[in-house]
């Protein structure tokens, strides 16, 4: 896996020209990729379980990084522990949720 570190600047965080391949992953963040790979269309989790079921309980924060530096990431997929999306752009988080199926209100996750 190659890929190029921009998506942070389509997501309006900053830009970085660095490339990550798999083999410059860090252990931790070969296992978010492999918690994110395995979701699938609908499926939403939180940074904290996303970084519990890499492995990593407590580590909800570096998940953001992971998500910020790793291209091709389904970075939508991913919210906050009270089900808010991303705060600089949560439109576009909620579209790509609409078209998973998942429905959003008022900037969060409507569950149930």
Not at 6 to 29: C, I, N
Not at 66 to 71: A, H, N, P
Request: with cysteine.
């Amino acid at each position: 896996m190659t890929t190029s570190c921009s998506p942070a600047s389509m997501r309006g965080g900053p830009k970085t020209d660095a490339l990550v391949t798999a083999e410059s992953l860090t252990p931790f963040q070969a296992a978010v990729v492999k918690v994110l790979d395995s979701t699938g269309p609908g499926d939403v989790m939180t940074y904290g379980e996303v970084a519990a079921e890499a492995g990593f309980p407590g580590a909800a924060r570096a998940v953001g990084g992971v998500l910020r530096r790793i291209e091709d990431l389904p970075w939508w997929r991913v919210v906050a522990s009270n089900g808010r999306l991303i705060p600089h752009d949560p439109k576009r988080q909620a579209e790509h949720l609409a078209a998973e199926g998942v429905r959003t209100a008022d900037g969060r996750v409507v569950l149930g």
